[in-house]
């Protein structure tokens, strides 16, 4: 039995869910051509700190950075490193804040200058598979009505859908149950009620689905080394229409960077 957060809760997630989002649109407004992910990390965890918040993934199970930034085929995971992104490239920031004892977790994959229209439509379709599955999650639905709106969605375009992760509930716990994978069938696991809040996160491939983990034990590859998009929001389980918690607007509307 997975007991829905209070209303208190939800406000403290709340909180969390905007400092992640404003911390994306600081990242966002540092990607660019000859900047390293390191830098990207350093922004991030700089707004973090100074709007009082712990990087929640810096140390989680051994991470060594406040953000993962998964470049190209990289999924999930990637560590900021010297890698200087290039024109074309396209980078996934996904960060994590810790606040007043709760977690936020959200996640936005940006082009890097001028993408490719293949890769565009990739980004397009993983955001809006992402929107497909948050108009799933209402009350009296099932976990699998999610997943199978991200899944449909998806692959409708010829793109496949990562199985070995997915997204979670949250709260005093970054990973909390139930788990929220992206594809599935309808009608089928959890029920949805009122107040469970949950991270619903799309991993979405451009080519096949198959993904290997790296060396490091962390960076997880699409194993055709095609490019691969995700994006996470937080959602609160409502009845009629999920509330978001997170947005991508401090991103897309803030005027300066044009997505
Ligand atoms: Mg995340
Ligand atoms: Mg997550």
Redesign the pocket.
């Known amino acids: 039995m997975i007991k829905p957060k209070t209303e208190e809760e939800i406000e403290l997630l709340r909180e969390n869910a905007i400092i992640v989002s404003k911390t994306l649109a600081e990242v966002g407004k540092a990607v660019a051509p000859g900047v390293t992910t390191k830098q990207l990390n350093k922004v991030a965890e700089t707004f973090i700190r100074d709007n009082g918040a712990i990087p929640s993934f810096l140390g989680f199970e051994g991470f060594p950075a406040a953000i ?1 930034a998964s470049v190209n085929d990289v999924v ?1 995971h990637g560590f900021p490193s010297d890698y200087v992104l290039k024109e074309g490239d396209i980078v996934s920031a ?3 804040t810790l606040y007043k004892g709760y977690n936020g ?3 936005y994959t940006f082009p890097v200058g001028e993408v490719s229209p293949e890769t565009r439509k990739l980004l397009d379709v993983t955001k809006e598979s992402l929107y497909r599955g948050i108009a799933a999650a209402v009350a009296g639905a099932r976990i699998g009505d999610i997943g199978y709106a991200v899944q449909s969605y998806a692959e409708s375009f010829g793109f496949s859908v990562v199985r070995e992760l997915e997204g979670h509930g949250i709260g005093r716990e970054m990973h909390e149950n139930p788990g929220v994978p992206n594809y599935g069938r309808p009608g089928r696991g959890t029920h949805l009620v009122d107040g469970m809040v949950l ?1 619903i ?1 799309p991993m979405i491939n451009a080519g096949g689905r198959a993904v290997y983990l790296d060396r490091n034990g962390w960076a997880v590859h699409t194993a055709d080394h095609k490019n691969s998009a995700h994006y ?1 929001l937080t959602i609160v389980v409502r009845k009629g229409r999920a509330e978001q918690l997170s947005t991508f607007d401090f991103i897309e509307k803030d005027g300066t960077i044009k997505f």
């Open positions: 993962c999930v996904d960060i994590g977790d959200s996640c991270c996160e996470e």
